[in-house]
């Protein structure tokens, strides 16, 4: 029988997963918000109160939308739209960990092997799993928490527009995946991680209300458009220090529907790399938060 879903996702359950995070996220408006809010209200006054000025105060509202839209296509591991993860804290950096963080699953064919390849290695990784195929795959889902991994939020239905969306259909997204999540495995995911991680400045307080912490990554391998395994290798492995979040991806695109995804060959080297450099594969949890990332 399928636990409960706890009555309210945004506070037990995510805690009692994450027993060393120690400190929630509390919402403050984002740098880009900051930003914007007042000079719309110095533009209005302008205009109002100097209505020949209305080009001036025009190109500095068109300058700003300008900022937002870069700020959200170029910089997905950028905090000018709110806090954002995007390494693991020191203390963890120092015990030699690394975070594998997988994206899109579960999925049938690739998720068991992911699995089995991990185990091979003893590695512990986060999988941020997408709500609508948790509820198509709920065993699959169970067994990747079974085998000592965490389940994340990455959204219910992982809309390619999801940067353009308003708060509410943004939280429509995120609750319905934390409460699939939560259904099938009784545990309330403490992460959330935007499709590409497209942000705009709206998401931060929705994630902050949920009680998760937003992250993004270090680096990633491009997995699902990378012309070779040794290409993504590439990418992953220069310059990778202890404190790193990888980004990999477990779900199939289009793509690769009909051939082998990158990751079944890049994931043993990569692993086996990781040995070699004496870093520990964990999941997000056991890395711990210590407060501003
Ligand atoms: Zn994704």
New binding site residues.
């Given amino acids: 029988m399928l636990p409960d879903a706890p009555p309210n996702l945004a506070t037990k359950a995510g805690h009692q997963t994450a027993e060393n995070i120690v400190q929630l996220p509390f919402w403050r408006a984002s740098p880009v918000l900051l930003l914007s809010t007042p000079l719309h209200l110095v533009c209005l006054a302008l205009v109002l109160l100097a209505p020949s000025l209305w080009r001036w105060a025009l190109s500095a509202v068109i300058a700003n939308h300008v900022l937002i839209l870069a700020s959200v296509i170029l910089s997905p591991r950028g905090r000018l739209l709110g806090p954002n993860m995007t390494r693991l804290p020191p203390a963890a950096a120092q015990r030699g960990e690394v975070a594998l963080t997988f994206?899109?699953g579960p999925d049938p064919m690739v998720t068991p092997r992911v699995l089995d390849l991990l185990d091979r290695y003893g590695a512990k990784a986060s999988f941020?799993c997408?709500g609508n195929k948790v509820l198509a795959y709920p065993e699959l889902t169970r067994e990747i928490i079974r085998r000592g991994h965490s389940v994340e939020n990455?959204?219910n239905s992982?809309p390619h527009a999801f940067a353009l969306f308003g708060p509410a259909a943004m939280r429509r997204e995120i609750d319905s995946a934390q409460t699939a999540i939560c259904e099938t495995t009784g545990i309330a995911p403490s992460f959330f991680?935007a499709?590409?991680g497209f942000r705009n400045p709206l998401l931060a307080p929705v994630v902050a209300r949920t009680g998760m912490h937003y992250v993004s990554w270090t680096r990633r391998g491009y997995d699902t458009v990378a012309k070779s395994a040794e290409q993504v290798l590439q990418r992953l492995q220069r310059g990778l220090a202890a404190g790193d979040i990888l980004l990999l991806?477990d779900?199939r695109s289009i793509r690769t529907r009909n051939v082998s995804p990158p990751i079944l060959e890049v994931l043993p080297r990569l692993l086996e790399h990781l040995r070699k450099h004496n870093l520990k594969p964990v999941a997000l949890q056991t890395a711990g938060h210590v407060g501003k990332f």
């Fill in positions: 994206d899109d941020f997408i990455h959204t992982h991680r499709p590409m991806h779900g």
